[in-house]
């Protein structure tokens, strides 16, 4: 079965930056739109990025101007890089297609605080 596995998160502080992985296990990935998701405490999972097969993108308002999706089908890699972050970004965050299966991965947890 496919996996995807997610990396890169961590504690960092307001205004500061963080860039997360998402790394597939298959090449079938290529071939779908992919997102990033997020999971706050109490909240539910939301989407926060897209990129379509042929890299076009789409964010949460929440998000624009902030945080850029990416991915690199050579390396079956989506990425998501994050800037200016705020608390409110707080969440596990986790990588699917577009839209979502029902299988998740754990997840990585970004945790915004000073």
């Known amino acids: 079965q496919a996996q995807l596995v997610e990396s890169g998160g961590g504690l960092v502080q307001p205004g500061g930056s963080l860039r997360l992985s998402c790394a597939a296990s298959s090449a079938i990935f290529r071939f779908y739109a992919m997102g990033w998701y997020r999971q706050a405490p109490g909240k539910q999972r939301e989407s926060v990025a897209t990129v379509s097969s042929g890299a076009g993108t789409n964010y949460a308002d929440s998000v624009k101007g902030r945080f850029t999706i990416s991915r690199d089908n050579a390396k079956n890699t989506v990425y998501l890089q994050m800037n200016s972050l705020k608390p409110e970004d707080t969440a596990v965050y986790y990588c699917?297609?577009?839209?979502?299966?029902?299988?998740w991965g754990q997840g990585t947890q970004v945790t915004v605080s000073s």
């Open positions: 699917n297609t577009v839209p979502s299966s029902r299988s």
